[in-house]
């Protein structure tokens, strides 16, 4: 996964590639340029040709260290690549959010969190579309899972004002977002 920066050639020996944060560990395969050569990587030998066993990649940047060793045994040349793993994005945000019936106001502006709409007394229920800004976050409406883009279910209105929430956790686990919308049902006439 990656590319290498700058692109390879066996005069130069340090490297540079960037992996998203779902990119957990990586595999390097090094092709030696003297059939008697050996070459290891991170001190494990490989198989010219062949994928290295599977570098576990933490956030942030891991060195990676080929070294080939030439045909007399003593003569010896180190590459490096130094992979840089991405933290995970703190994008608690939605894109957009709509509603089955009603409209929101004010109009949606992700920066925004508090939202009314109003519907008439035969509007016994309504649903919302949520749709995230960071396709690796997650959210649940009114306490419920709901896939981005995807409707929640049918939420039961009762006359007055029913508040429905709508809260985003972002791809690191911890930042949140919680947006609500009242809605307010009209009384019988």
Do not use: C, W
């Amino acid at each position: 996964v990656g590319s290498l920066s700058p692109v390879f050639s066996a005069t130069s020996i340090n490297y540079t590639a960037s992996v998203s944060y779902a990119t957990t560990s990586m595999t390097v395969t090094p092709t030696r340029a003297q059939a008697d050569a050996t070459v290891t990587v991170n001190g494990t030998p490989v198989m010219s040709g062949t994928p290295s066993g599977a570098i576990p990649l933490p956030v942030g940047t891991t060195p990676i260290t080929i070294l080939v060793t030439a045909q007399d045994g003593t003569t010896t040349k180190t590459y490096t690549l130094n992979v840089t793993r991405a933290a995970p994005s703190n994008n608690a945000n939605l894109a957009n959010l709509t509603a089955s019936v009603g409209t929101l106001t004010p109009s949606f502006d992700t920066a925004i969190i508090d939202y009314s709409a109003n519907v008439s007394n035969s509007t016994t229920s309504m649903a919302v579309t949520p749709i995230l800004a960071q396709t690796d976050a997650t959210l649940t409406v009114n306490g419920t899972a709901v896939t981005s883009g995807a409707s929640s279910a049918e939420i039961p209105l009762a006359v007055g004002v029913t508040p429905i929430t709508i809260h985003v956790t972002a791809q690191d686990g911890t930042t949140t977002k919680t947006y609500t919308l009242n809605v307010t049902r009209d009384a019988p006439l």
